[in-house]
């Protein structure tokens, strides 16, 4: 499904990473019910592994576009989030409420690594 790269690309030493960058377009009248929305995934991805570097809402520029940035040690450690996360109450109440929010017309998503030296 995903090149085999991904999973074992070195970063800090013995470490590997993939880094899913998340862009939003958003109903630019609903930006507030999406942050809301961002603010309780930071936590989620946190206890289930990964490190979230965070939401970027609009700000200047275009008012529909957001994007966010989280880290796992491996793609097989997002596949596993990813599986994790049907089954997680949690995730599936912030998924409901997006439900009824409507804040995100659409979504992309990547994989990247990051480069630091």
């Given at each position: ?26 109903d ?10 961002a603010?309780?995934?930071?936590p ?21 576009a ?18 994790r ?33």
């Open positions: 499904m995903y090149p085999a790269l991904f999973a074992a690309i070195p970063y800090g030493g013995d470490k590997a990473v993939v880094t899913c960058y998340v862009k939003y377009m958003l630019s009248y609903k930006v507030p019910e999406f942050e809301t929305y603010k309780r995934w930071i989620i991805v946190t206890r289930m592994g990964g490190t979230h570097h965070g939401y970027f809402l609009p700000h200047e520029g275009a008012s529909n957001a994007y966010a940035l989280f880290s796992f040690p491996s793609l097989a450690d997002y596949e596993d989030y990813r599986k996360m049907a089954d997680d109450p949690e995730c599936q109440e912030v998924f409901e409420m997006e439900v009824r929010n409507r804040s995100i017309i659409s979504y992309e998503r990547s994989f990247m690594r990051p480069v630091l030296e």
